[in-house]
């Protein structure tokens, strides 16, 4: 398993950019597919976005498709999410988390490791 450390949630006014950060430990990194996640209160964990191993694929959530767009750099072992155009809905905790089987999946059963998630609020 890797350890997983989330960064980057503020608030930010409607029509703003945050850009969160999944800072990991652990030399096999580069061999996970990464989710991010969301959960805003009173609500189930939803997926936001995934990335394969090699960052060659991505998946995205209808309701931020064109509007987030998830990368990796596997040298620095992080995990990006470029938020744009954020809307109040978009306000939740913002969680990611790593599956070492190597498939893009929706489901947060399918990922082995969490972190502890970032906030984000999104005002009107």
């Known amino acids: 398993q890797v350890q997983l450390v989330e960064s980057g949630g503020r608030l930010v006014q409607a029509g703003g950019s945050l850009r969160l950060s999944c800072a990991a430990s652990?030399?096999?990194?580069?061999?996970?597919?990464v989710g991010w996640f969301r959960q805003a209160p009173g609500k189930e964990r939803e997926f936001v976005a995934a990335?394969?191993?090699?960052?060659?694929?991505?998946a995205y959530a209808d309701s931020v498709k064109g509007r987030f767009t998830i990368s990796r750099d596997n040298v620095k072992n992080t995990v990006y999410l470029q938020m744009n155009s954020l809307e109040p809905e978009d306000t939740a905790v913002y969680y990611c988390?790593?599956?070492?089987?190597?498939?893009?999946?929706?489901?947060?059963?399918?990922?082995?490791?969490w972190g502890q998630g970032t906030q984000v609020t999104v005002s009107s």
């Open positions: 988390a790593a599956d070492g089987v190597g498939v893009l999946s929706r489901f947060p059963y399918a990922y082995e490791s």
């Open positions: 652990g030399r096999t990194f580069s061999r996970y597919v």
């Open positions: 990335i394969t191993a090699s960052g060659g694929a991505t």
